[in-house]
């Protein structure tokens, strides 16, 4: 965990040229922050740092690039180089980018239209140990982790037998094949799958197979 006096050295990775002058531009008067290296896809950057770690304090990454993506080159880098923070670089404030880029276990998150404090800011907290997400961003967030307790909730709400049932379904068994593998009747199996479509707010089978799919219920 570094301290503010200690100094920050940058691999700035993104596809385009503009960007990375533009930011090495912003950070030129800054004797805390310099960017010790420039990359134009993900592969490059992620053999910049096997090369060489310890030159580096923070990886700023475009989410999209050629080669290897932002999410990928992050989560590469969390898995053998955890020490390195990794902030995320998008144009986007998209649902989809935010979430896998806290799967992939980024230390933040920061839209290109930020200004040049809103990203010395960012820079110096996820250098210290903490996050950061912009302001555009935490309502993203904060809808995801409502959701996935919502979806935890309604998988709790389901019987043992229930699980089964819907793991079936999910495999395309009809309820036919579902009471012959469970022993169960046909009608006992369309009652289950009546509950379930209850219970976890769905209208139809695919429904159900979106439901499980995010829940690991169906692999």
């Known amino acids: 965990m570094m301290n503010d006096e200690q100094h920050l050295s940058i691999l700035l990775a993104d596809d385009h040229q503009m960007i990375i002058d533009g930011i090495k ?6 004797s805390s922050v310099s960017v010790a290296g420039e990359a134009n896809n993900g592969q490059q950057a992620f053999n910049m740092i096997s090369a060489d770690s310890a030159k580096f304090n923070v990886l700023l990454t475009d989410i999209s690039m050629p080669l290897l993506s ?7 880098v969390k898995k053998q180089y955890p ?4 902030l995320m670089l998008s144009m986007y404030n998209s649902t989809a980018a935010v979430r896998e880029s806290l799967m992939a276990e980024a230390d933040g998150y920061i839209l290109k239209s930020a200004g040049k404090d809103e990203l010395l800011t960012a820079l110096h907290r996820i250098s210290q140990g903490g996050t950061y997400f912009s302001d555009d961003i935490l309502p993203i967030i904060y809808n995801q982790y409502q959701k996935e307790k919502t979806q935890e909730a309604k998988l709790a709400n389901l019987s043992l037998r229930e699980k089964e049932v819907l793991t079936l379904i999910v495999k395309e068994h009809t ?6 593998k469970l022993f169960i009747s046909k009608k006992t199996v369309d ?11 769905c209208k139809t089978t695919i429904g159900l197979v979106k439901f499980a799919l995010n829940n690991g219920l169906a692999q």
């Open 25 to 30: 531009s912003m950070l030129a008067q800054e």
């Open 70 to 76: 932002g999410i990928e080159l992050c989560k590469m």
């Open 83 to 86: 020490a390195i923070q990794v």
């Open 175 to 180: 309820s036919t094949e579902i009471a012959e």
């Open 191 to 201: 009652n289950h799958r009546q509950n379930i479509l209850d219970k976890c707010d």
